[in-house]
């Protein structure tokens, strides 16, 4: 079963940065892709992106691209999000996931974690 924690959240103000760190247990093949969604108290869970860590590539939500950048370690064992030019409405629950194959939208994670929490001040 593969594992996934989260680390990085904080409070920070508006304008400011954070990046956000999930340490996956072992790679596999349902773990392929990695992504990061985000949830605020009383709304749906959002995706935010995820990255394809055996072809090295990333996919955005179009309202968080050019903000907002998940990365990894090249070993396959963490992946990032690093944020920027944060905003109040940024404010939420950050969960990494992962799954075989990275879809667009953000569908078919298998794992996930518990989660960071993220809060922006204005």
């Known amino acids: 079963q593969v594992q996934l924690v989260e680390s990085g959240g904080g409070s920070v103000q508006a304008g400011g940065s954070l990046r956000l760190s999930c340490a996956i247990s072992?790679?596999?093949?349902?773990?392929?892709?990695v992504g990061w969604f985000r949830q605020a108290p009383g709304k749906e869970r959002e995706w935010v992106a995820s990255?394809?860590?055996?072809?090295?590539?990333?996919y955005y939500a179009d309202s968080l691209k050019g903000r907002f950048t998940i990365s990894d370690n090249n070993y396959k064992d963490t992946v990032y999000l690093r944020m920027n030019s944060l905003k109040p409405e940024d404010s939420a629950t950050y969960y990494c996931?992962?799954?075989?194959?990275?879809?667009?939208?953000?569908?078919?994670?298998?794992?996930w974690g518990k989660g960071t929490l993220v809060t922006i001040s204005s």
């Open positions: 990255l394809d860590t055996g072809r090295g590539l990333a």
């Open positions: 996931a992962a799954g075989a194959v990275c879809i667009a939208t953000g569908n078919g994670m298998v794992y």
């Open positions: 072992f790679y596999t093949g349902d773990s392929n892709c």
